[in-house]
C-alpha cells in the first residue's frame, strides 16, 4: 500500500490551484491535499464545491505573507509536498501597485522556503512564469531555462525574485525544489478577466469581443490538464534545483486565437471591437520547453483546438458558475468556509 502524503497547495482557490487539486485528488487516493488560501477576488471557492466533503481535502484560510499564518499551517498539517502557486498577478494593478506584488510573490514565497527547510519538507515547487524572462520587443528570441532573466514590470520582476530565493535554498540549504516557468493557461474554471474566457463568454451572452492594440502580439498556450500533468511530473521526478519551462512550443496571434474560438462557436467576425492596447500586454519571445520533455518525458496531449472545444463546451454547461462570478456571489462560499 502506498504511503499518505500531505500535500500543501497555496492558492488552491485560484483557477490553476483548484484544477491541480481534482487532479491530485482523482490520481493519488492516498494523498492528502490542504487547499492554503487567502481567498481574494480571484480565489473562487465554487470551484471546489464537489471536492469540499471529500476527506482526503482540508481548506485553510491564511495570507503566504503572513509569517504567522504560514507557521500555523507547517505546524499543523506537516507537509510532505508543496506546490505554490498563490500569487498576486492581475497586470493592470502591478503597473500602479507594485508593493502587493513584493508583499505575496516574494515575501510570501521565502516564508514558504523558511517554513520548509526547518520542518524538512520532501519538495517545494515553485510556480513562476515565463515572463521572467522579459519581452520579445527586446530583441529576445528563443529562450531556454539558461537564459538570463529580464522580466519588465513589477509582476514579472516579483516573481523573477521569488525564483531566486528558491534557487538561493537550493544552493545555500540544499532544500529539494524545483520551479516550473509556464506560458499561458487556459481551460474550466478560469475567470472571465482571462483572454480565452472572455472570448466564450461575450460569445454566448451576445456582446463584442474586445481585441487590445492589432491582436498581433504572440502568445503560446497549454491546456490546463497538460499544465497539471507537468507541474505532477516535476513533483515526482523532477531533479533537485533544476527549473523546467512549460510550453506548448506553437505559438498564436491573439487575433488568431479568436478568430479560431469564433469559428468553433460559429459566431460572425463583426463583433470584434479593437481597444487600447494594455500596459505590460505585448508579446513575449518563444518558450524552449525541451528540457521538461527529455528529462521528464512531458508533452502536452492536448492541442489548441481540442482544448478549445472542451473548454467552449465547459462554459456552454456551466452558465451558472459564469453566473455567479459575474454578480459576485460565487464569494458567498468564501465567506461561509472563513466562519467555518
Known sequence: MAK????????????????????????????????FDKLTESGALNRLRAERNNPNYIFVNG?????????????????????????????????NQPGIFIQTNVIGTQNLLSNARTTEVGKMV???????????????????????????????????????????AFRAHNLDVNIVRPTNVYGPYQFPEKLVPTVIANILNGTEIPVFGDGQNLRDWVYIDDYCNAIDLVLHDGIPGESYNLSSESELKNIDLIRMIMKLMKTGETRLAFLKDRLGDESYPSINSQKIRNELGWAPRIDIEEGLKKTIAWYRSHADWMEEIYSGDYQKDNTELQES
Open 4 to 35: 499518505e502524503k500531505r500535500v500543501l497547495i497555496t492558492g488552491g482557490a485560484g483557477f490553476v490551484g483548484s484544477n491541480m487539486i481534482r487532479y491530485l485528488l482523482k490520481k493519488y487516493s492516498h494523498y492528502q491535499i490542504v487547499n
Open 63 to 95: 495570507d503566504i505573507s503572513s509569517e504567522r499564518d504560514v507557521q500555523y499551517v507547517f505546524e499543523e498539517y506537516k507537509p510532505d509536498y508543496i506546490i505554490h502557486f498563490a500569487s498576486q498577478s492581475y497586470i493592470d494593478r502591478n503597473i
Open 126 to 168: 515553485q510556480v513562476s512564469t515565463s515572463k521572467v524572462y522579459g519581452s520579445a520587443r527586446f530583441g529576445i528570441g528563443k529562450v531556454d531555462e539558461e537564459t538570463p532573466m529580464k522580466p519588465c514590470d513589477p509582476y514579472s520582476a516579483s516573481k523573477a525574485a521569488a525564483d531566486l530565493f528558491t534557487q538561493a
